[in-house]
């Protein structure tokens, strides 16, 4: 039997497809709904913002500002269009057209991606989250390949929690 923390990571298959998403903030059959219809997930991307120092004649950069870029979530679209409906009920939340508005209608998101071996080996939260876009992918009709809803989500910042492993 192999040893699997022993193989060499250059020749493992990387598997994109083993995480598990959970929305909090939203009501929970909505939210385990959008977790399970969740198909892609981007990493969030952290920019530093540099701000310029001058003094006497030199100058210099300061980091200043940690910046989060926006990010994608691929929800497959069901029969019923309930994804679709939790999507917009979250943004009528965020407009103030459902009541009661809690929190100015952000939530979060906990993200627990995993290895082949099924063990734990990054895992985030994105918190302040709120709805910056949604598009559908083009209706199919010849066929029963499923329709996507793309949702872009914006957020404050990012909550890491590191995993041991062989790195640290």
Known sequence: MTDVKNINRSLES?????????????????????GRQTSAFERPSPTFVPAEIRHKGVKQNAITVLEYSDISVIFKDDD??????????????????????VNDAKFGIGVKCFNAAGEVIEEFTLLNCYIVNITHSEQIYADSTGNEITATIGFDTVDYKFVEGPFL
């Open 14 to 34: 990387k598997k994109i497809d083993n995480f598990y998403v959970s929305f909090f903030g939203i009501p929970e059959n909505e939210a385990n709904m959008l």
């Open 80 to 101: 019923y269009s309930l994804v679709m409906k939790a999507l917009y009920t979250q943004i009528y939340r965020q407009v103030g057209k459902l009541e009661p508005v």
